[in-house]
């Protein structure tokens, strides 16, 4: 499928502008770099984003995503971190403090860091969770139905998306339930420092990531001195036996609350809106059950837009010659919406089947290591939307968050349906 007539990106248009994504995911856009300059420079104001350059090269096409993705010799996550756009106001060494997350690692340190955390997410450890999470899943449908307004109305982000992806990070790591509430805000006031309505500043921002880092370290604490049957024992009880020390695990749970929780409950939250659009797919949904639909869900939310690598050596890529040091925005809502892999990317379509999409990141050592549990935590809900809400419609236009590399839904107003007997 070609588009010849597409405009290219006018001119000072920038991707991680997030006054573009407050108001949509710029797909014309993609497409028409897709075409013409899959590799295109976008420059910024020095400083803008946080970094003392002057943009970046947007890399637009499948195949040169994954290409990026999966060469960390030539391209760094370490460099300047995986986040592409800062708060101007940020410093320099608010930016280092960062690379001591896993997301923000490159090999050796990656993998000694991965090798160890990864035990929690084995198909044995997802798989044991399953029961659990099916319960809950039903009851956060039941809830929410019980505290629906008088018109039937309720928001579907705080009273179904939020909830599962919470619950599941809590089960996982051991966190009393009632402590969900405080992931929910410090991760909040971490991503969402873009948003005028959450009035949140950097500082806010940092100090939500320490309250985070203090939360679990005190927690590996307690399993040091107790051992219990849960993945934090796992992961530092023997810290000379290759486990995490304690301000390790601590940073690995501020990547948990934003990577497995923004971005799955940003999953749920679009693919709500996406069936309610689309009555057919619901329909079909409601019919059969496909376990393709996980998959569809991602590739259609993209809840991360992108990430950043730095150029460790001059490198040639799509045509374009990037020097050593350029920063390079990989955009996985271009990628996924890339008519040479996907079949009318345009279309919603829940029996999609190959979905190579790269919402899981592009491959390579980043690759989502909680892919298993969020495509679990996506398909238990919507059985248990489709179970217990199957008349269920929309009652409002998605409210957007204000984000630079977040395809975030804050509000998504719903309203009951007829039940079934």
Same mark, same amino acid.
């Given at each position: 499928?070609?588009?010849?007539?597409?405009?290219?990106?006018?001119?000072?248009?920038?991707?991680?502008?997030?006054?573009?994504?407050?108001?949509?995911?710029?797909?014309?856009?993609?497409?028409?770099?897709?075409?013409?300059?899959?590799?295109?420079?976008?420059?910024?104001?020095?400083?803008?984003?946080?970094?003392?350059?002057?943009?970046?090269?947007?890399?637009?096409?499948?195949?040169?995503?994954?290409?990026?993705?999966?060469?960390?010799?030539?391209?760094?996550?370490?460099?300047?971190?995986?986040?592409?756009?800062?708060?101007?106001?940020?410093?320099?060494?608010?930016?280092?403090?960062?690379?001591?997350?896993?997301?923000?690692?490159?090999?050796?340190?990656?993998?000694?860091?991965?090798?160890?955390?990864?035990?929690?997410?084995?198909?044995?450890?997802?798989?044991?969770?399953?029961?659990?999470?099916?319960?809950?899943?039903?009851?956060?449908?039941?809830?929410?139905?019980?505290?629906?307004?008088?018109?039937?109305?309720?928001?579907?982000?705080?009273?179904?998306?939020?909830?599962?992806?919470?619950?599941?990070?809590?089960?996982?790591?051991?966190?009393?339930?009632?402590?969900?509430?405080?992931?929910?805000?410090?991760?909040?006031?971490?991503?969402?420092?873009?948003?005028?309505?959450?009035?949140?500043? $950097?500082?806010? @921002?940092?100090? +939500?990531?320490? =309250?985070?880092?203090?939360?679990?370290?005190? *927690? !590996?604490? #307690?399993?040091? &001195?107790?051992?219990?049957?849960?993945?934090?024992?796992?992961?530092?009880?023997? $810290?000379?036996? @290759?486990?995490? +020390?304690?301000? =390790?695990?601590?940073?690995?749970?501020?990547? *948990? !609350?934003? #990577?497995?929780? &923004?971005?799955?409950?940003?999953?749920?939250?679009?693919?709500?809106?996406?069936?309610?659009?689309?009555?057919?797919?619901?329909?079909?949904?409601?019919?059969?059950?496909?376990?393709?639909? !996980?998959?569809?869900?991602?590739?259609?939310?993209?809840?991360?837009?992108?990430?950043?690598?730095?150029?460790?050596?001059?490198?040639?890529?799509?045509?374009?010659?990037?020097?050593?040091?350029?920063?390079?925005?990989?955009?996985?809502?271009?990628?996924?919406?890339?008519?040479?892999?996907?079949?009318?990317?345009?279309?919603?379509?829940?029996?999609?089947?190959?979905?190579?999409?790269?919402?899981?990141?592009?491959?390579?050592?980043?690759?989502?290591?909680?892919?298993?549990?969020?495509?679990?935590?996506?398909?238990?809900?919507?059985?248990?939307?489709?179970?217990?809400?199957?008349?269920?419609?929309?009652?409002?236009?998605?409210?957007?968050?204000?984000?630079?590399?977040?395809?975030?839904?804050?509000?998504?107003?719903?309203?009951?349906?007829?039940?079934?007997?």
């Amino acid at each position: 499928m070609t588009c010849p007539h597409l405009p290219s990106p006018p001119e000072g248009f920038d991707f991680t502008d997030p006054d573009v994504l407050h108001a949509r995911v710029p797909l014309p856009e993609f497409a028409a770099l897709r075409q013409t300059s899959p590799v295109w420079w976008c420059a910024q104001p020095r400083g803008i984003s946080g970094f003392d350059d002057e943009g970046y090269w947007a890399v637009t096409r499948h195949a040169d995503v994954k290409h990026v993705s999966t060469h960390p010799e030539l391209f760094s996550s370490n460099t300047n971190t995986a986040i592409i756009r800062f708060n101007e106001t940020i410093s320099r060494d608010r930016i280092d403090a960062q690379k001591l997350i896993m997301l923000n690692m490159d090999p050796p340190e990656h993998t000694r860091v991965r090798q160890i955390v990864q035990r929690g997410f084995t198909p044995r450890a997802i798989r044991s969770l399953e029961n659990a999470l099916r319960d809950r899943a039903r009851s956060i449908v039941e809830t929410a139905i019980a505290h629906a307004g008088d018109d039937g109305s309720f928001d579907f982000v705080t009273n179904i998306a939020v909830e599962l992806p919470l619950q599941a990070i809590a089960e996982l790591i051991g966190v009393p339930q009632d402590d969900r509430v405080k992931l929910f805000d410090w991760s909040n006031k971490m991503a969402g420092y873009d948003d005028p309505e959450y009035a949140i500043t $950097e500082e806010a @921002g940092t100090e +939500a990531a320490m =309250e985070i880092v203090s939360y679990a370290m005190d *927690l !590996a604490a #307690a399993r040091k &001195e107790c051992p219990a049957r849960d993945i934090v024992s796992q992961l530092v009880a023997a $810290e000379d036996e @290759g486990n995490l +020390a304690g301000d =390790e695990f601590g940073f690995f749970v501020i990547l *948990l !609350a934003v #990577a497995g929780n &923004e971005t799955t409950r940003n999953a749920i939250s679009h693919g709500m809106h996406a069936f309610l659009t689309h009555p057919e797919q619901w329909d079909l949904y409601q019919r059969e059950r496909p376990r393709t639909a !996980a998959e569809e869900i991602v590739r259609w939310a993209t809840p991360v837009v992108s990430f950043q690598r730095t150029a460790t050596q001059d490198v040639e890529l799509g045509g374009q010659k990037i020097k050593a040091g350029d920063r390079v925005g990989i955009f996985y809502s271009s990628a996924n919406n890339d008519p040479e892999v996907f079949d009318h990317p345009e279309r919603f379509d829940i029996t999609r089947d190959p979905n190579p999409h790269l919402g899981f990141g592009g491959g390579g050592p980043h690759f989502c290591l909680g892919k298993s549990l969020a495509v679990l935590e996506i398909d238990l809900i919507f059985n248990a939307i489709a179970d217990g809400l199957p008349g269920l419609r929309l009652a409002g236009e998605p409210r957007r968050l204000r984000a630079a590399w977040l395809n975030g839904i804050k509000e998504l107003q719903v309203g009951l349906g007829p039940r079934t007997p």
